[in-house]
């Protein structure tokens, strides 16, 4: 079966073998015997957090990485097994969450120690997490200056244990390299400094897809991948190094509901900001920006019928949009219009739909809302 039958037909599909086989790739990259956690935060990114997480524990991945503890437990219900890492910590009010359901969250705020210390306590249990450093994200993380005296006061909680140090990187997909080498010194001092202070944290990682890629003196004992997983490579690695052969994991897929032949001087769609310069015939397709098929993609964007390209006409709506098959005599109702994929020798992928809508793959894909339903594959 192609797709699934009692939904309008838009729809992605998701390559599990493509995503193993992307994260065996990865964890090949890497130097020593150093671990790779697969990043699923935002429902793996946009493919679907529950499916792509168990064929990858199936697959023997390390660890598991989410943004949010909300994610995280998402993954303990399914019945993931393996360590679950929250990325952005955890929120006030989410400390007895991390020790019911074993999670291990960054942490960069003496409250927030306080607080899951003393839940740790309550429960009679002592909690791992791994100390998130600022090198120059800017964003979380204790600042580099702040750093000795945060981990000195973090002696005095008996709950907890630094299992961890960890930074992100800001620039690693550039071309330019100083910068991922200043963090990168930063993180070694950062290492050192919380070692002289007498934690031995196991784990030391900074190195997201980017950093993977092109930092090798970064990798630590663990790296944490996202988009190159799911086979993201233009804008997210840097073009200064040959890409690793990883196969997209997602392609998106709708039908021509309707097809039409309209004469020249017709106007299409709200505001009707195309008016066909020849007759035309042309079609609408059952996706819309709603579906995550951006609205900036009206008379921009393209998708692909009978291996050839049909340009977007009109402005995208919510649940439709409309294309330009004049050149495609053979297009008919019924046929599969590719939105993200190949067909025939073309192809057009999550970079390139992220140019044309001024954006990156990254939201392309985490884009496709909840209500394109996706089909698991094994191919
Ligand atoms: C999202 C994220 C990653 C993964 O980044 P990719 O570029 O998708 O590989 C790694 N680390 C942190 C802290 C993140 O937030």
Redesign the pocket.
């Known amino acids: 079966m192609s797709e699934p039958s009692l939904h309008r037909p838009t729809w992605a599909e998701i390559s599990l073998s493509a995503l193993t086989e992307n994260y065996r790739t990865l964890k090949r990259q890497l130097t020593g015997d150093a671990q790779l956690m697969a990043?699923v935060?935002a429902n793996a990114y946009g493919h679907g957090a529950v499916r792509c997480a168990q064929a990858l524990e199936d697959a023997g991945a390390d660890w598991f990485?989410v943004?949010l503890v909300e994610e995280g437990i998402e993954l303990r219900r399914a019945g993931i097994e393996r360590p679950v890492f929250c990325?952005?910590g955890f929120w006030r009010t989410q400390g007895e969450l991390i020790l019911a359901h074993n999670l291990i969250p960054a942490l960069f705020r003496m409250d927030l120690a306080e607080e899951l210390n003393a839940r740790a306590a309550d429960a009679g249990r002592i909690v791992n997490f791994h100390l998130k450093v600022d090198t120059g994200m800017g964003r979380l993380g204790v600042p580099v200056s702040e750093l000795a005296e945060f981990v000195r006061a973090l002696k005095r909680f008996d709950h907890l244990k630094l299992d961890g140090v960890m930074t992100?990187f800001a620039d690693a997909d550039g071309i330019e390299t100083a910068y991922t080498e200043l963090q990168i010194r930063r993180f070694e001092d950062a290492v050192s400094t919380v070692r002289e202070l007498g934690f031995d944290p196991t784990w030391r990682h900074a190195a997201?897809?980017?950093g993977l890629h092109a930092y090798s003196q970064s990798h630590g004992n663990l790296a944490?991948?996202?988009?190159?997983m799911y086979g993201l490579t233009l804008d997210?690695l840097s073009p200064r190094l040959a890409t690793p052969p990883l196969r997209p994991v997602m392609v998106w897929k709708s039908r021509i509901v309707m097809l039409k032949t309209v004469p020249a001087g017709t106007p299409l769609g709200y505001g009707c900001s195309f008016i066909t310069a020849r007759e035309s015939r042309i079609a609408t397709l059952p996706v819309g920006y709603a579906d995550g098929f951006r609205r900036v993609l009206s008379n921009r964007g393209r998708v692909l019928v009978r291996g050839q390209f049909a340009p977007v006409v009109g402005i995208v709506s919510m649940d439709l949009t409309i294309v330009d098959v004049t050149d495609i005599p053979t297009a008919e109702p019924g046929d599969e219009a590719v939105l993200l994929g190949t067909q025939g020798g073309l192809a057009i992928s999550a970079e390139d739909l992220a140019k044309q809508a001024d954006t990156i793959s990254?939201e392309v894909v985490t884009g496709v809302s909840s209500r394109v339903p996706r089909l698991y594959q094994n191919r």
């Open positions: 990043v935060k990485g943004a990325l952005g992100h997201n897809s980017a944490r991948a996202g988009a190159a997210v990254y």
